[in-house]
Protein backbone atom coordinates (compact mmCIF):
# COMPACT_ATOMS: atom_id res chain seq x y z
CA UNK A 1 0.00 0.00 0.00
CA UNK A 2 1.37 3.09 -0.94
CA UNK A 3 2.49 5.71 1.86
CA UNK A 4 1.03 8.90 1.70
CA UNK A 5 3.61 10.69 3.53
CA UNK A 6 5.84 10.06 0.75
CA UNK A 7 3.80 12.10 -1.10
CA UNK A 8 3.46 15.36 1.31
CA UNK A 9 5.01 18.13 -1.45
CA UNK A 10 5.24 21.56 -1.33
CA UNK A 11 4.68 23.33 2.08
CA UNK A 12 2.97 20.40 3.37
CA UNK A 13 4.29 19.41 6.66
CA UNK A 14 3.47 17.11 10.01
CA UNK A 15 3.34 19.54 13.21
CA UNK A 16 3.76 18.51 16.92
CA UNK A 17 0.02 17.80 17.26
CA UNK A 18 0.83 15.25 14.21
CA UNK A 19 -1.71 17.24 11.81
CA UNK A 20 -1.54 17.78 8.10
CA UNK A 21 -0.35 21.35 7.33
CA UNK A 22 -0.25 23.02 4.23
CA UNK A 23 0.98 26.46 4.03
CA UNK A 24 1.44 26.75 7.46
CA UNK A 25 -1.64 26.14 8.26
CA UNK A 26 -3.02 23.35 10.14
CA UNK A 27 -5.36 20.75 8.08
CA UNK A 28 -7.72 20.10 11.05
CA UNK A 29 -8.26 23.70 11.65
CA UNK A 30 -8.91 24.87 8.02
CA UNK A 31 -11.67 22.10 8.10
CA UNK A 32 -13.25 23.24 11.59
CA UNK A 33 -13.05 26.85 10.35
CA UNK A 34 -14.25 26.40 6.62
CA UNK A 35 -16.34 23.17 7.24
CA UNK A 36 -15.54 20.05 4.42
CA UNK A 37 -15.45 18.99 1.86
CA UNK A 38 -13.21 21.87 1.25
CA UNK A 39 -9.99 22.28 -1.35
CA UNK A 40 -7.24 23.68 -0.56
CA UNK A 41 -4.56 25.39 -2.66
CA UNK A 42 -0.67 25.63 -1.52
CA UNK A 43 -0.17 28.60 -3.21
CA UNK A 44 3.79 28.97 -2.66
CA UNK A 45 3.35 25.27 -4.72
CA UNK A 46 1.86 26.87 -7.17
CA UNK A 47 3.71 29.40 -7.88
CA UNK A 48 7.06 27.53 -7.98
CA UNK A 49 5.53 24.93 -10.19
CA UNK A 50 4.70 28.31 -12.39
CA UNK A 51 8.78 29.73 -11.92
CA UNK A 52 10.04 26.56 -12.84
CA UNK A 53 8.20 26.34 -16.22
CA UNK A 54 9.58 29.70 -17.23
CA UNK A 55 12.70 29.11 -15.42
CA UNK A 56 13.56 25.86 -17.12
CA UNK A 57 12.37 26.97 -20.47
CA UNK A 58 13.08 30.70 -20.63
CA UNK A 59 16.82 29.62 -19.58
CA UNK A 60 16.83 27.25 -22.68
CA UNK A 61 15.47 28.96 -25.45
CA UNK A 62 14.84 32.85 -25.94
CA UNK A 63 11.75 33.09 -26.58
CA UNK A 64 8.82 31.09 -24.58
CA UNK A 65 5.31 31.10 -23.82
CA UNK A 66 3.81 29.50 -20.84
CA UNK A 67 0.11 29.39 -20.98
CA UNK A 68 -1.83 28.09 -18.29
CA UNK A 69 -4.63 25.99 -19.09
CA UNK A 70 -7.68 27.27 -17.44
CA UNK A 71 -9.69 24.30 -17.81
CA UNK A 72 -7.31 22.71 -14.78
CA UNK A 73 -8.44 25.46 -12.11
CA UNK A 74 -10.17 28.41 -13.46
CA UNK A 75 -11.68 31.27 -10.47
CA UNK A 76 -10.50 34.54 -10.46
CA UNK A 77 -7.84 34.26 -7.96
CA UNK A 78 -6.38 31.66 -10.40
CA UNK A 79 -6.01 34.24 -12.82
CA UNK A 80 -4.18 36.75 -10.48
CA UNK A 81 -1.67 34.12 -9.14
CA UNK A 82 -0.77 33.13 -12.92
CA UNK A 83 -0.74 36.73 -14.56
CA UNK A 84 1.52 37.69 -11.29
CA UNK A 85 3.70 34.67 -12.08
CA UNK A 86 4.13 36.44 -15.41
CA UNK A 87 2.58 33.23 -17.26
CA UNK A 88 -0.36 33.62 -20.33
CA UNK A 89 -3.90 31.76 -20.19
CA UNK A 90 -5.25 29.27 -22.32
CA UNK A 91 -9.04 29.32 -22.02
CA UNK A 92 -11.45 27.44 -23.96
CA UNK A 93 -15.08 28.96 -23.26
CA UNK A 94 -16.91 32.18 -23.33
CA UNK A 95 -17.38 31.18 -19.38
CA UNK A 96 -13.17 30.69 -18.68
CA UNK A 97 -12.66 33.77 -20.85
CA UNK A 98 -15.25 35.73 -18.83
CA UNK A 99 -13.46 35.11 -15.68
CA UNK A 100 -9.98 35.98 -16.87
CA UNK A 101 -11.99 39.14 -17.91
CA UNK A 102 -13.44 39.84 -14.67
CA UNK A 103 -9.87 39.23 -12.95
CA UNK A 104 -8.70 41.92 -15.73
CA UNK A 105 -6.36 39.26 -17.08
CA UNK A 106 -3.70 40.81 -19.77
CA UNK A 107 -5.87 40.41 -23.41
CA UNK A 108 -2.52 39.74 -24.82
CA UNK A 109 -1.52 36.77 -22.78
CA UNK A 110 -5.07 35.01 -23.66
CA UNK A 111 -5.29 32.24 -26.07
CA UNK A 112 -8.78 30.96 -27.15
CA UNK A 113 -8.98 27.11 -27.61
CA UNK A 114 -11.33 24.64 -28.44
CA UNK A 115 -13.37 22.04 -30.98
CA UNK A 116 -16.79 24.07 -31.15
CA UNK A 117 -16.64 27.73 -30.63
CA UNK A 118 -19.83 29.10 -30.32
CA UNK A 119 -20.33 32.63 -32.65
CA UNK A 120 -19.90 34.22 -28.38
CA UNK A 121 -16.71 33.02 -28.45
CA UNK A 122 -15.72 33.97 -31.74
CA UNK A 123 -17.23 37.33 -31.70
CA UNK A 124 -15.48 37.94 -28.41
CA UNK A 125 -12.39 37.38 -30.26
CA UNK A 126 -13.28 39.34 -33.23
CA UNK A 127 -14.02 41.81 -30.85
CA UNK A 128 -10.26 41.66 -29.72
CA UNK A 129 -10.89 39.87 -26.19
CA UNK A 130 -7.97 37.09 -26.66
CA UNK A 131 -4.44 37.80 -28.34
CA UNK A 132 -5.26 34.35 -30.34
CA UNK A 133 -7.00 31.83 -31.65
CA UNK A 134 -6.49 28.40 -32.00
CA UNK A 135 -8.60 27.25 -34.90
CA UNK A 136 -9.33 23.67 -34.85
CA UNK A 137 -11.34 22.97 -38.06
CA UNK A 138 -12.29 24.17 -41.89
CA UNK A 139 -15.68 25.53 -40.48
CA UNK A 140 -14.90 27.09 -37.93
CA UNK A 141 -11.59 29.15 -40.08
CA UNK A 142 -14.59 30.06 -41.93
CA UNK A 143 -17.05 31.06 -40.06
CA UNK A 144 -14.22 33.44 -37.93
CA UNK A 145 -12.76 34.74 -40.95
CA UNK A 146 -16.65 36.33 -41.77
CA UNK A 147 -17.45 37.57 -38.57
CA UNK A 148 -14.08 39.24 -38.52
CA UNK A 149 -14.19 40.14 -42.25
CA UNK A 150 -17.80 41.61 -40.84
CA UNK A 151 -16.36 44.19 -38.67
CA UNK A 152 -13.00 45.03 -40.62
CA UNK A 153 -10.61 43.07 -37.79
CA UNK A 154 -7.85 40.90 -38.23
CA UNK A 155 -7.78 38.09 -35.86
CA UNK A 156 -4.40 36.13 -34.79
CA UNK A 157 -4.80 33.06 -35.22
CA UNK A 158 -2.79 29.23 -35.25
CA UNK A 159 -3.93 26.48 -36.92
CA UNK A 160 -4.25 23.24 -34.38
CA UNK A 161 -2.59 19.97 -36.06
CA UNK A 162 -3.69 16.40 -35.01
CA UNK A 163 0.08 15.13 -35.84
CA UNK A 164 -0.92 11.49 -35.36
CA UNK A 165 1.05 10.52 -32.16
CA UNK A 166 -0.74 8.19 -29.68
CA UNK A 167 0.15 8.24 -26.39
CA UNK A 168 0.39 6.43 -23.41
CA UNK A 169 -2.23 7.67 -20.98
CA UNK A 170 -5.89 6.57 -20.75
CA UNK A 171 -7.86 7.41 -24.23
CA UNK A 172 -10.15 9.53 -22.83
CA UNK A 173 -7.35 12.26 -22.65
CA UNK A 174 -5.17 11.21 -25.72
CA UNK A 175 -5.85 14.03 -28.18
CA UNK A 176 -3.33 14.14 -30.80
CA UNK A 177 -3.74 10.70 -32.86
CA UNK A 178 -5.05 9.93 -36.28
CA UNK A 179 -8.53 9.36 -34.75
CA UNK A 180 -9.04 12.44 -32.71
CA UNK A 181 -12.06 15.20 -32.49
CA UNK A 182 -9.29 17.36 -32.39
CA UNK A 183 -7.14 19.62 -34.84
CA UNK A 184 -6.65 18.92 -38.42
CA UNK A 185 -4.42 15.81 -39.85
CA UNK A 186 -1.62 16.02 -41.22
CA UNK A 187 -1.64 13.20 -43.18
CA UNK A 188 -4.71 13.45 -44.71
CA UNK A 189 -3.76 17.09 -45.99
CA UNK A 190 -6.36 18.64 -44.01
CA UNK A 191 -3.60 21.26 -42.05
CA UNK A 192 -2.39 22.11 -45.05
CA UNK A 193 -5.31 22.82 -46.32
CA UNK A 194 -6.21 24.75 -43.39
CA UNK A 195 -2.82 26.63 -44.06
CA UNK A 196 -3.42 27.44 -47.33
CA UNK A 197 -6.98 28.93 -46.66
CA UNK A 198 -6.42 31.12 -44.04
CA UNK A 199 -3.67 32.59 -46.20
CA UNK A 200 -6.46 33.39 -48.57
CA UNK A 201 -9.38 34.30 -46.26
CA UNK A 202 -9.55 37.96 -44.93
CA UNK A 203 -9.93 38.83 -41.27
CA UNK A 204 -7.35 35.87 -40.19
CA UNK A 205 -3.87 36.32 -39.42
CA UNK A 206 -1.94 33.04 -39.39
CA UNK A 207 0.73 33.15 -36.87
CA UNK A 208 1.51 29.63 -36.07
CA UNK A 209 0.74 25.95 -35.27
CA UNK A 210 -0.59 24.31 -32.47
CA UNK A 211 -0.82 20.66 -30.78
CA UNK A 212 -2.22 19.08 -27.93
CA UNK A 213 -1.15 15.83 -27.74
CA UNK A 214 -2.47 14.14 -24.03
CA UNK A 215 -2.48 14.39 -20.62
CA UNK A 216 -1.11 12.60 -17.71
CA UNK A 217 2.23 12.03 -19.80
CA UNK A 218 4.77 10.29 -18.15
CA UNK A 219 6.99 9.12 -21.25
CA UNK A 220 8.44 12.23 -22.89
CA UNK A 221 10.00 10.68 -25.93
CA UNK A 222 6.54 11.60 -27.80
CA UNK A 223 7.22 15.51 -27.43
CA UNK A 224 11.05 14.82 -29.06
CA UNK A 225 9.02 13.27 -32.11
CA UNK A 226 6.50 16.09 -32.08
CA UNK A 227 8.71 18.68 -32.33
CA UNK A 228 10.07 17.23 -35.19
CA UNK A 229 7.19 16.34 -36.89
CA UNK A 230 6.07 20.09 -36.17
CA UNK A 231 9.30 21.75 -37.51
CA UNK A 232 9.41 19.87 -40.47
CA UNK A 233 5.65 21.15 -41.36
CA UNK A 234 6.47 24.73 -40.65
CA UNK A 235 9.00 24.34 -43.21
CA UNK A 236 7.13 22.58 -45.70
CA UNK A 237 4.93 25.26 -45.38
CA UNK A 238 7.37 28.37 -45.99
CA UNK A 239 8.35 26.07 -49.01
CA UNK A 240 4.61 25.60 -50.40
CA UNK A 241 3.04 28.60 -49.45
CA UNK A 242 6.48 31.09 -48.61
CA UNK A 243 5.30 32.52 -45.53
CA UNK A 244 7.35 31.68 -42.07
CA UNK A 245 5.15 30.92 -39.53
CA UNK A 246 6.45 32.23 -35.98
CA UNK A 247 4.69 30.19 -32.91
CA UNK A 248 4.35 27.00 -32.28
CA UNK A 249 2.38 25.57 -29.55
CA UNK A 250 2.80 21.73 -28.00
CA UNK A 251 -0.40 22.29 -25.40
CA UNK A 252 0.00 20.53 -21.69
CA UNK A 253 0.48 17.00 -21.00
CA UNK A 254 3.11 16.59 -17.89
CA UNK A 255 2.05 14.25 -15.99
CA UNK A 256 1.81 14.10 -12.04
CA UNK A 257 1.96 11.97 -9.12
CA UNK A 258 -1.65 10.66 -7.40
CA UNK A 259 0.01 7.85 -5.33
CA UNK A 260 3.67 6.85 -3.69
CA UNK A 261 4.12 4.50 -6.82
CA UNK A 262 3.43 7.35 -9.22
CA UNK A 263 7.02 8.81 -10.90
CA UNK A 264 6.51 11.38 -13.50
CA UNK A 265 9.41 13.46 -14.79
CA UNK A 266 9.90 17.01 -13.02
CA UNK A 267 9.15 20.18 -15.31
CA UNK A 268 13.33 20.28 -15.84
CA UNK A 269 13.07 16.94 -17.52
CA UNK A 270 10.52 18.18 -20.09
CA UNK A 271 12.54 21.05 -20.61
CA UNK A 272 15.71 18.77 -21.22
CA UNK A 273 13.55 17.09 -23.96
CA UNK A 274 11.78 20.08 -25.97
CA UNK A 275 14.23 22.86 -26.37
CA UNK A 276 17.23 20.74 -27.43
CA UNK A 277 14.77 19.21 -29.88
CA UNK A 278 13.37 22.37 -31.02
CA UNK A 279 16.66 23.71 -31.67
CA UNK A 280 18.00 20.59 -33.52
CA UNK A 281 14.87 20.52 -35.42
CA UNK A 282 15.01 24.20 -36.73
CA UNK A 283 18.54 23.47 -37.64
CA UNK A 284 17.68 20.27 -39.68
CA UNK A 285 15.09 21.86 -41.52
CA UNK A 286 16.83 25.49 -41.72
CA UNK A 287 14.07 27.05 -39.70
CA UNK A 288 14.00 30.14 -37.43
CA UNK A 289 13.77 29.00 -33.84
CA UNK A 290 10.29 29.97 -33.45
CA UNK A 291 8.47 30.98 -30.17
CA UNK A 292 7.63 28.08 -27.99
CA UNK A 293 4.23 28.29 -26.11
CA UNK A 294 3.60 25.48 -23.62
CA UNK A 295 0.22 25.01 -21.94
CA UNK A 296 1.16 23.38 -18.90
CA UNK A 297 -2.42 22.69 -16.35
CA UNK A 298 -2.49 19.76 -14.25
CA UNK A 299 1.41 19.86 -13.50
CA UNK A 300 1.14 23.64 -12.44
CA UNK A 301 -1.93 23.43 -9.68
CA UNK A 302 -2.17 19.62 -9.47
CA UNK A 303 0.13 18.93 -6.38
CA UNK A 304 -0.95 22.38 -5.08
CA UNK A 305 -4.21 21.00 -4.29
CA UNK A 306 -5.32 19.26 -1.14
CA UNK A 307 -9.32 17.81 -1.09
CA UNK A 308 -10.27 17.82 3.12
CA UNK A 309 -13.51 15.39 4.07
CA UNK A 310 -14.71 14.47 7.14
CA UNK A 311 -14.88 11.06 8.20
CA UNK A 312 -18.57 9.59 8.42
CA UNK A 313 -19.98 6.19 9.35
CA UNK A 314 -18.00 3.20 9.38
CA UNK A 315 -19.11 -0.19 7.88
CA UNK A 316 -16.72 -3.08 8.57
CA UNK A 317 -18.24 -6.27 6.85
CA UNK A 318 -16.57 -8.93 7.94
CA UNK A 319 -13.94 -11.18 6.04
CA UNK A 320 -14.86 -8.49 2.84
CA UNK A 321 -13.16 -5.09 3.74
CA UNK A 322 -14.33 -2.20 6.07
CA UNK A 323 -15.80 0.96 3.85
CA UNK A 324 -15.06 4.36 5.14
CA UNK A 325 -17.58 6.98 4.78
CA UNK A 326 -16.78 10.94 3.85
CA UNK A 327 -18.82 13.61 3.00
CA UNK A 328 -17.95 14.18 -0.89
CA UNK A 329 -17.13 11.86 -3.61
CA UNK A 330 -18.42 12.01 -7.37
CA UNK A 331 -19.35 15.57 -7.04
CA UNK A 332 -15.91 16.88 -6.45
CA UNK A 333 -14.19 14.52 -7.67
CA UNK A 334 -15.11 12.66 -10.76
CA UNK A 335 -11.69 11.64 -11.88
CA UNK A 336 -12.18 7.79 -10.16
CA UNK A 337 -14.96 7.46 -11.77
CA UNK A 338 -14.53 8.61 -15.07
CA UNK A 339 -10.78 7.49 -15.71
CA UNK A 340 -9.96 5.10 -12.91
CA UNK A 341 -8.07 7.50 -11.21
CA UNK A 342 -5.88 6.29 -8.13
CA UNK A 343 -5.28 8.44 -4.84
CA UNK A 344 -3.43 8.44 -1.73
CA UNK A 345 -4.62 10.35 1.45
CA UNK A 346 -3.30 11.01 5.10
CA UNK A 347 -5.76 11.21 8.47
CA UNK A 348 -4.90 14.99 8.75
CA UNK A 349 -5.53 14.57 12.46
CA UNK A 350 -3.28 11.40 12.94
CA UNK A 351 -0.74 12.32 9.85
CA UNK A 352 1.81 10.92 12.26
CA UNK A 353 0.79 7.35 13.24
CA UNK A 354 1.26 4.32 12.01
CA UNK A 355 -1.10 3.28 8.69
CA UNK A 356 -2.11 -0.60 8.84
CA UNK A 357 -5.65 -0.78 8.29
CA UNK A 358 -6.87 -1.22 4.78
CA UNK A 359 -10.15 0.50 4.22
CA UNK A 360 -11.90 1.78 1.47
CA UNK A 361 -12.87 5.79 0.79
CA UNK A 362 -16.46 6.08 -0.69
CA UNK A 363 -18.35 8.95 -1.19
CA UNK A 364 -21.68 9.85 0.11
CA UNK A 365 -23.44 9.77 -3.89
CA UNK A 366 -26.38 7.11 -4.30
CA UNK A 367 -23.88 4.76 -6.10
CA UNK A 368 -20.69 3.05 -5.37
CA UNK A 369 -18.85 6.46 -5.32
CA UNK A 370 -15.60 4.82 -4.79
CA UNK A 371 -12.69 7.51 -4.01
CA UNK A 372 -9.90 5.01 -2.92
CA UNK A 373 -10.37 1.41 -3.57
CA UNK A 374 -7.90 0.45 -0.83
CA UNK A 375 -5.43 2.80 1.08
CA UNK A 376 -3.57 1.98 4.80
CA UNK A 377 -4.61 4.17 7.33
CA UNK A 378 -4.31 4.26 10.87
CA UNK A 379 -7.42 3.43 12.92
CA UNK A 380 -9.77 6.00 11.76
CA UNK A 381 -13.05 7.01 13.70
CA UNK A 382 -16.15 9.27 12.60
CA UNK A 383 -15.02 12.90 12.76
CA UNK A 384 -11.84 12.70 11.59
CA UNK A 385 -10.54 14.77 8.75
CA UNK A 386 -9.18 12.68 5.55
CA UNK A 387 -6.71 14.80 3.22
CA UNK A 388 -6.44 13.17 -0.35
CA UNK A 389 -3.71 13.99 -2.61
CA UNK A 390 -3.01 15.91 -5.72
CA UNK A 391 -6.64 17.40 -6.03
CA UNK A 392 -5.46 20.86 -7.84
CA UNK A 393 -6.15 20.10 -11.30
CA UNK A 394 -9.56 18.55 -12.64
CA UNK A 395 -11.58 18.49 -9.54
CA UNK A 396 -13.40 21.77 -8.76
CA UNK A 397 -13.29 22.47 -12.58
CA UNK A 398 -15.10 19.39 -12.75
CA UNK A 399 -17.34 19.47 -10.14
CA UNK A 400 -20.90 18.93 -10.30
CA UNK A 401 -24.14 19.58 -8.40
CA UNK A 402 -24.74 15.62 -8.18
CA UNK A 403 -27.47 14.65 -6.14
CA UNK A 404 -28.08 18.35 -5.28
CA UNK A 405 -24.68 18.60 -3.29
CA UNK A 406 -23.85 22.61 -3.21
CA UNK A 407 -19.92 22.23 -4.79
CA UNK A 408 -17.11 22.87 -1.63
CA UNK A 409 -15.46 25.95 -1.29
CA UNK A 410 -11.55 26.80 -2.08
CA UNK A 411 -8.91 28.25 0.18
CA UNK A 412 -6.19 29.64 -0.97
CA UNK A 413 -3.40 29.15 2.10
CA UNK A 414 0.39 30.40 2.58
CA UNK A 415 2.17 31.32 5.61
CA UNK A 416 -0.13 30.72 7.81
CA UNK A 417 -2.91 32.40 6.22
CA UNK A 418 -5.90 30.99 4.54
CA UNK A 419 -8.18 33.60 2.44
CA UNK A 420 -11.24 32.32 0.36
CA UNK A 421 -11.13 31.93 -3.27
CA UNK A 422 -13.97 30.19 -4.11
CA UNK A 423 -17.13 30.11 -1.92
CA UNK A 424 -19.06 27.46 -0.79
CA UNK A 425 -22.13 27.47 -2.71
CA UNK A 426 -25.66 27.35 -0.47
CA UNK A 427 -28.47 25.14 -1.03
CA UNK A 428 -30.28 28.69 -2.73
CA UNK A 429 -27.24 28.50 -4.88
CA UNK A 430 -28.22 25.04 -6.00
CA UNK A 431 -31.67 25.67 -6.72
CA UNK A 432 -31.04 29.03 -8.22
CA UNK A 433 -31.86 28.36 -11.81
CA UNK A 434 -34.90 26.19 -10.99
CA UNK A 435 -38.48 27.29 -12.45
CA UNK A 436 -42.08 26.25 -11.47
CA UNK A 437 -43.75 26.96 -14.57
CA UNK A 438 -47.21 28.83 -14.00
CA UNK A 439 -49.25 25.86 -15.30
CA UNK A 440 -47.59 24.01 -12.10
CA UNK A 441 -48.86 26.17 -9.75
N1 LIG B 1 -3.96 22.51 -23.93
C1 LIG B 1 -5.03 21.91 -24.45
C2 LIG B 1 -5.48 22.28 -25.78
C3 LIG B 1 -5.72 20.95 -23.70
O1 LIG B 1 -6.79 20.36 -24.23
C4 LIG B 1 -5.27 20.61 -22.40
C5 LIG B 1 -5.97 19.60 -21.61
C6 LIG B 1 -4.16 21.27 -21.89
C7 LIG B 1 -3.50 22.21 -22.68
C8 LIG B 1 -3.62 21.02 -20.51
O2 LIG B 1 -3.17 19.72 -20.34
P1 LIG B 1 -2.45 19.28 -18.96
O3 LIG B 1 -1.13 19.99 -18.87
O4 LIG B 1 -3.35 19.66 -17.84
O5 LIG B 1 -2.30 17.82 -19.10
N2 LIG B 1 -10.10 15.90 -17.25
C9 LIG B 1 -8.89 15.14 -17.50
C10 LIG B 1 -7.83 15.97 -18.21
C11 LIG B 1 -8.30 16.52 -19.54
C12 LIG B 1 -7.24 17.33 -20.23
C13 LIG B 1 -7.83 18.08 -21.35
N3 LIG B 1 -6.96 18.96 -22.04
C14 LIG B 1 -8.36 14.59 -16.18
O6 LIG B 1 -8.97 14.84 -15.14
O7 LIG B 1 -7.38 13.86 -16.16
Avoid: W
Avoid at 33 to 53: C, K
Avoid at 170 to 195: P, R
Avoid at 212 to 238: K, N, P, W
Avoid at 309 to 314: A, C, F, M, R
Wanted: net charge negative; aromatic share 6%.
Amino acid sequence: MADAKLLLGGTQTINEQGHLTIGGCDAVELAAEFGTPLYVIDEQHLRDNARQYRSCFQSRLPKVEIAFAAKALMNTAMCRIMEQEGLSLEVCSAGELYTAQVAEFPVGRILLHGNFKSDLELQMAVEGQVSRVVVDSLSELHRLSALAADSSALVDILIRVAPGIKTHTHTYIQTGQVDSKFGLGIASGAATEAVKLSLELPGVNLVGLDCHIGSQLFALDCYGRTVDLMVELLAQIRGEYGVTLEQLNLGGGLGIAYTSEDAPPPIEELAKVICPALREAAEQYDYPLPRLILEPGRSIVGPAGTTLYTVGPLKEIPGVRTYVAVDGGLSDNPRPALYDAEYTALVANKADQERYVPVRVAGRHCEADTLIDEIGLPPVEEGDILAIFSTGAYHYSMASNYNRFPRPAMVLVNNGQADIITQRESLPDVISHDVIPPRLQ
